[in-house]
C-alpha cells in the first residue's frame, strides 16, 4: 500500500515493551527506514511489491539478520496479482516459531508504508502464542503504529490457522472501526482503492 495522505506524526513507531512477544516490534514504511538505522535493530522483515527493489539502506544497518518477502496487498484477486497466501501466513508462523529458540532484542517489520502488510505480520507474531488476548494485540499495535490498517486477507488466514475461531478477525475489525474515525483520510484512500468492504462508517 502506497499512500499519500500520511504525515511523520501520524506515521510514527514507538517500539514499546509488551509481554505479548519477548522483543520490541518496530514498523514503518520504506521512507522511515534512514531514522531506524541506529536503533538496535537486530532483525528485520522486508515487505516488498513482487518488483520492487531491495532498499540500499540496509547497507548501513549494523549487523542483523533480515528476511524478504514479495506479494502485492491485496484483500480479494486482483489480475496479474502476487496475492497474500496460506504460503505467507506460515512463514509469518514459521518466523515466529523460530524466534522462540533465538535471541530476539528489536524486530524491525516495514513495506511500502508502513500500513497494511507489516501491522498485519506484526498483528500475527503478537497474536501467535497468546490466544485469548486478540483484544490486546491490537491494543499494542494502535500504540506502537497508531496509522494502521492490517491487510484483512492474511488476519483471516492466521485466525483460520491459528484456531481463533474468528476472534482474531473480530479484534482487526473493531480496530479498524477505532482506525476510521481516528484517521478518516485512510479509510477513505483504502474505500476508494478496492478495500471498501473493510470500510464502516457509524
Not at 55 to 71: A, D, G, K, M, N
Not at 179 to 190: G, K
Request: glycine share 4%.
Amino acid at each position: 500500500m502506497t499512500t499519500s495522505t500520511s504525515t511523520s506524526a501520524d506515521a510514527c513507531t514507538t517500539p514499546i515493551p509488551t509481554d505479548l512477544v519477548p522483543y520490541r516490534i518496530t514498523i514503518c514504511g520504506l521512507r522511515e527506514l534512514m531514522i531506524h538505522a541506529e536503533k538496535g535493530v537486530s532483525h528485520v522483515v522486508t515487505i516488498l511489491d513482487p518488483s520492487y527493489p531491495d532498499p540500499e539502506v540496509f547497507e548501513i544497518y549494523p549487523r542483523h539478520q533480515r528476511v524478504v518477502w514479495r506479494f502485492d496487498d491485496h484483500v480479494t484477486p486482483v489480475d496479474g496479482a502476487v496475492m497474500p497466501d496460506e504460503a505467507v501466513v506460515d512463514r509469518i508462523l514459521d518466523l515466529g516459531e523460530s524466534f522462540r529458540a533465538a535471541t530476539v532484542e528489536h524486530l524491525l517489520i516495514h513495506c511500502h508504508a508502513g500500513v497494511s502488510r507489516s501491522t498485519a505480520t506484526a498483528a500475527i507474531l503478537m497474536a501467535q502464542f497468546n490466544p485469548g488476548r486478540e483484544e490486546d494485540v491490537f491494543d499494542h499495535l494502535r500504540r506502537i503504529r497508531p496509522r494502521s490498517w492490517p491487510n484483512s486477507l492474511l488476519i483471516a488466514m492466521a485466525d483460520d490457522k491459528l484456531g481463533r475461531d474468528g476472534a482474531l478477525v473480530a479484534a482487526m475489525a473493531r480496530h479498524h472501526d477505532m482506525i476510521t474515525r481516528a484517521h478518516p483520510d485512510l479509510a477513505e484512500y483504502l474505500r476508494i482503492h478496492g478495500r471498501a468492504h473493510e470500510v464502516r462508517y457509524d
